[in-house]
């Protein structure tokens, strides 16, 4: 089992910056293809980012304004995001165990809030 935490989320402006944090733990952290979906009110849950043992993954709406990064020693994954649009205003979710062809994933946290403001 994997437990994860997320952080980071709040209110910002349109144009403005955040860095969610999920900390992880449980099983080995570094076997885990790592990831981030988001999910806005009225609509499926959706890939945004994943950092796995083959690369990096990007949804296109990501490229270019988000960062997804991780930190083995602190079991921790991150996303930075920039250029913040009303649009991307979402529950964020971290998940472990991440599948991104199936753009699905095994462990799932609860999910952090962000909202930009126009």
């Known amino acids: 089992q994997v437990q994860l935490v997320e952080s980071g989320g709040g209110l910002v402006q349109a144009g403005g910056s955040l860095r969610l944090s999920c900390a992880a733990s449980?099983?080995?952290?570094?076997?885990?293809?790592m990831g981030w979906f988001r999910q806005a009110p009225g609509k499926e849950r959706e890939f945004i980012a994943a950092?796995?043992?083959?690369?990096?993954y990007y949804a296109d709406s990501a490229k270019g304004r988000f960062t997804i990064s991780r930190d083995n020693v602190k079991n921790t994954v991150y996303l930075q995001m920039n250029s913040l649009e009303p649009e991307d205003t979402a529950v964020y979710y971290c998940?472990?165990?991440?599948?991104?062809?199936?753009?699905?994933?095994?462990?799932w946290g609860q999910g952090t809030q962000v909202t930009v403001s126009s």
């Open positions: 998940a472990a165990d991440v599948n991104v062809v199936r753009k699905g994933a095994g462990y």
């Open positions: 449980g099983r080995t952290f570094s076997n885990y293809a």
């Open positions: 950092i796995t043992s083959s690369g990096i």
